[in-house]
């Protein structure tokens, strides 16, 4: 119960602050343009400072390279068996970067920390805290590439667009920054780091707010099918797969959390700002958002009851 309480305040604020931006739109508070102005917002400023905060204050520990390892193998088998096989179902190049980017990218950023708090309490974090300055830079770097190669429509493999892409997204300077102050041997003012934690607050509630004032339920009756196909594969098909290969590898307790965490998070809401911004569908990529946040909740609660009651975590 307490589990499935936690999933429904970890997913119901942010279905709120969806139908919040869904019910502004459609009352006319807001308009397409400061829809896309906020976007772009979200896109250079909340998110990347964000990042960052989350990043930076996690100190470098000892250890933990064979868990980073795994997890970063993992994703990147992920990715990479979707780019060649979502392709071969898929044949519009700007809805397959979304399906691609909307199956491998998960939420960690947001759901990471929290959830692993719940389950393991403070002295069970440090796993997935581990994995945070690795697991967000990596999505990044392969959100870019695969959002280069297929959003843009072209048929080969762009690289000098895909390194610019790289070097000038957002995201990916935010966390190599993150990564570089953690190793200082020094902390920000107060006031300073005061004043960066509450730009990166609205990071969050107002992507969330300007996805749901995107959101048309007549173009998900177009993609519903796609959607749905997409929500399982990354809800319920990705996990299994990746945390039974955990569990032979011998991963137990608060690490074999972590990976679990990684993988069931629901897509992540930067997915779609990336996608709004990089020439992908930005209307798929914010309707995988939504679907596998609205059944987060529940698979959520019915993948860490099993791991429980089979003693795994």
């Known amino acids: 119960m307490e589990i499935l309480l936690f999933s429904a305040n970890c997913v119901l604020p942010i279905l709120l602050l969806m139908a919040a931006g869904y019910l502004l739109r459609r009352l006319r508070i807001v308009s397409d343009d400061f829809v896309m102005q906020?976007?772009?917002f979200c896109f250079q400023?909340?998110?990347p400072v964000q990042l960052f905060c989350n990043i930076y204050r996690q100190q470098p520990e000892a250890g933990g390279g064979r868990l980073i390892g795994f997890a970063v193998v993992a994703v990147l088998a992920v990715a990479g068996l979707l780019c060649l096989l979502v392709p071969r179902v898929e044949r519009d190049r700007r809805a397959c970067a979304s399906v691609i980017q909307g199956i491998f990218r998960g939420n960690f950023l947001l759901f990471g920390l929290p959830l692993a708090l719940n389950m393991f309490g403070?002295?069970?974090v440090m796993p997935t805290a581990l994995l945070l300055p690795v697991a967000i830079?990596?999505?990044n770097v392969l959100a870019v590439v695969i959002l280069t190669h297929f959003g843009g429509g072209g048929k080969g493999l762009a690289i000098k667009p895909m390194l610019m892409g790289i070097i000038r997204n957002p995201l990916i300077l935010a966390s190599l920054l993150g990564i570089l102050v953690s190793f200082m041997p020094f902390s920000f003012p107060e006031f300073l780091s005061a004043a960066l934690d509450d730009i990166g607050a609205t990071?969050?509630?107002?992507?969330?707010?300007?996805l749901g004032a995107q959101f048309d339920f007549g173009k998900l009756k177009g993609n519903l099918k796609k959607a749905l196909a997409c929500t399982v594969v990354?809800?319920?098909?990705?996990?299994?797969?990746v945390v039974t290969l955990a569990v032979i590898l011998g991963f137990r307790g608060p690490e074999l959390g972590a990976i679990f965490i990684l993988f069931c998070a629901p897509t992540a809401v930067s997915s779609y700002v990336m996608a709004q911004n990089m020439g992908a569908d930005g209307d798929l990529a914010g309707q995988l958002v939504v679907m596998t946040t609205v059944f987060s909740g529940v698979t959520l609660f019915a993948q860490t009851a099993l791991l429980k009651a089979l003693a795994l975590i």
């Open 38 to 40: 906020a976007n772009r």
């Open 45 to 47: 400023v909340t998110l």
């Open 122 to 124: 403070q002295e069970g």
């Open 137 to 139: 830079p990596l999505y």
């Open 203 to 210: 990071a969050t509630p107002l992507a969330l707010m300007m």
């Open 234 to 241: 990354r809800l319920l098909l990705v996990p299994m797969v």
